[in-house]
């Protein structure tokens, strides 16, 4: 499986965006990017993916560059509630890794 | 749409006893069906992944007679941990997919199960 690098934590003001980025530069032409969260002591709930193109839903959109080597998941209207542990990981067949993900804090 | 159940969502046992863990998909059939476990403050770390109806594959360093995974039907997979000590004691993690049918379906992951072993 590929691996992710993304930073350790970062701090959003709440009601700002929240741009959270993802470096997967060894990531295969069939591997799609999944963008997953987990609040303290729950599951981790999924959230977007994408293989090429742009993605946008009711949660967040997902922005992957061309050469498909990063991403950057976009809250655009931050909440206390989206304070958690972000999860990028590549996927292939059902299968994936998981890095050590970014804590947002986002901060009133 | 796709909720996955887990049970019992908190279990304390004693040393050498057994424990089941029940994963459930209560309203998609999931073909595959992965199981987690994750320490304080780190990252899930995959155990095993099974499919319906054939042997669970484990990953490098998993005791496969320690923890035995059965996946009996398209929605329900179990994680039986044997002989259970105190360094089992970890949050387990189930996930499912199959919700679309495809080779890179999202997988949907259950609340966790909080393992003590006294």
């Known amino acids: 499986d590929a691996k992710t690098t993304q930073p350790p934590s970062m701090d959003c003001a709440e009601g700002r965006a929240a741009n959270l980025p993802c470096n997967h530069s060894?990531?295969?032409?069939?591997?799609?990017v999944y963008w997953y969260r987990q609040i303290h002591s729950q599951g981790p709930q999924y959230i977007i993916h994408g293989l090429k193109n742009n993605e946008t839903n009711e949660m967040a959109s997902l922005i992957i560059t061309e050469d498909r080597k990063s991403s950057t998941l976009i809250l655009p209207h931050a909440t206390l509630r989206d304070t958690a542990v972000y999860y990028c990981i590549v996927q292939l067949a059902g299968k994936s890794t998981f890095g050590d993900g970014t804590t947002l804090t986002v901060k009133p | 749409g796709a909720v996955v159940s887990q049970h019992p969502s908190r279990v304390i046992c004693k040393s050498g006893t057994s424990v089941k863990i029940e994963c459930r998909s209560l309203?998609?059939?999931?073909?595959?069906m992965f199981w987690y476990r994750q320490f304080p403050k780190k990252s899930l770390m995959l155990m095993a992944t099974?499919?319906?109806?054939?042997?669970?594959?484990?990953e490098q360093g998993v005791e496969k007679d320690k923890f035995l995974i059965n996946h009996a039907s398209l929605t329900l997979s179990t994680l039986t941990v044997t002989s259970a000590h105190p360094e089992d004691s970890s949050f387990y993690i189930c996930s499912a997919s199959g919700l679309a049918g495809g080779p890179t379906d999202t997988q949907y992951f259950g609340p966790g199960t909080r393992l003590t072993v006294l």
């Open positions: 099974s499919n319906e109806g054939s042997k669970a594959t484990y």
């Open positions: 309203d998609f059939q999931a073909t595959t």
């Open positions: 060894t990531i295969s032409g069939n591997e799609y």
